[in-house]
């Protein structure tokens, strides 16, 4: 065949791909989530997310170290709340000296250069389960945006270094940085969950937290899958707040979003890669039906390919060890 172009010369060996791939990814852009538990010396399996648990903040230090040492620095944390410290106002969550400010705190001294990332929503310490607080069915924004300010300041004061609203009320975002100027927090960052979805792929987490709501589900707040040009909306309007930085969740599924808001912003597009996408690949694994490391690499991949500049994943730390392992 008299072929000019021959595609397949720059596939010819590990070398020459390495050499021509578009796409790259490192451990810095990974972000990995981790579960927070009262108590000293504990650790909880979570039986939907295999190779996951909840652990007591003196263990959760011990395993950022380890992390930290494959070059994961950055961390999200999320507190599994006991359930008599719940109520329908969520008070907890603007208790100071609750289990995740104090997380913070700890973690902060203990890791100065670690970046922390909270998470500013209501579902973990309200006896209902939602995001926001509840009065007669309905999920009320403007009262919920009232608390979730207090919050991001107490995680500001305890060491935070991003602060996240992953509630999608209403004007948040505004509120929050708002709030944060006024306490002199003006360098705590906010990373908006922009465009997060009401999706059956959260089922995992739900259980890590025990949060799942208690009545209805999330559809009033969270936004409809159907839709692309309101996620493009939701960015702008957060970025227009005062957000540093957009998150598009769930990922795998919604890779045309992250493509489609990256290329519509300034501002770095955060993906979460999430526990039902994570507990996927896990169980197909354990079936035999697909060679779990290869479909981890693959997705991930696919996230920062379709223009996610960092990555939410509970495979944050065996990704890093794949990827020191092709050095």
Request: hydrophobic residues 45%; charged residues 25%; contains cysteine.
């Amino acid at each position: 065949m008299k072929l000019t172009q021959r595609p397949r010369r720059l596939r010819r060996s590990q070398v020459i791909r390495d050499l021509v791939a578009e796409t790259h990814l490192t451990p810095a852009e990974l972000i990995w989530p981790v579960f927070v538990m009262e108590g000293k010396n504990q650790a909880e399996k979570i039986t939907t997310m295999p190779g996951v648990k909840r652990f007591s903040s003196d263990l959760l230090a011990q395993e950022i170290s380890k992390a930290m040492k494959m070059g994961v620095k950055s961390f999200a944390l999320f507190p599994a709340i006991n359930d008599s410290l719940k109520n329908s106002q969520a008070s907890e969550a603007v208790n100071a000296n609750g289990l995740l400010p104090n997380t913070v705190k700890m973690l902060k001294d203990r890791f100065p250069e670690a970046c922390l990332i909270t998470d500013i929503a209501l579902d973990p310490f309200s006896s209902d389960g939602h995001d926001g607080i509840v009065k007669n069915g309905e999920i009320i924004n403007d009262e919920t945006v009232e608390i979730l300010s207090k919050m991001a300041v107490i995680h500001a004061q305890a060491g935070a270094d991003i602060v996240a609203p992953s509630d999608m009320m209403d004007g948040r975002v505004g509120a929050i940085r708002q709030a944060l100027d006024q306490e002199g927090w003006h360098q705590t960052a906010i990373l908006a969950y922009a465009a997060k979805y009401a999706s059956a792929f959260y089922g995992p987490f739900r259980e890590a937290l025990n949060s799942a709501p208690k009545f209805g589900d999330k559809k009033t707040y969270q936004m409809d899958f159907r839709n692309t040009d309101e996620a493009l909306r939701e960015a702008k309007l957060d970025i227009r707040e005062g957000a540093d930085i957009v998150m598009v969740k769930p990922a795998l599924a919604y890779l045309d979003i992250i493509q489609k808001i990256k290329h519509e912003v300034s501002v770095p597009v955060a993906a979460y890669n999430v526990s039902g996408e994570y507990a996927m690949i896990k169980a197909a694994e354990a079936a035999g039906m697909m060679d779990g490391t290869k479909a981890m690499v693959e997705s991930l991949y696919a996230i920062k390919r379709a223009g996610a500049d960092m990555i939410l994943t509970y495979f944050a730390v065996e990704m890093a060890e794949w990827l020191e392992s092709q050095q």
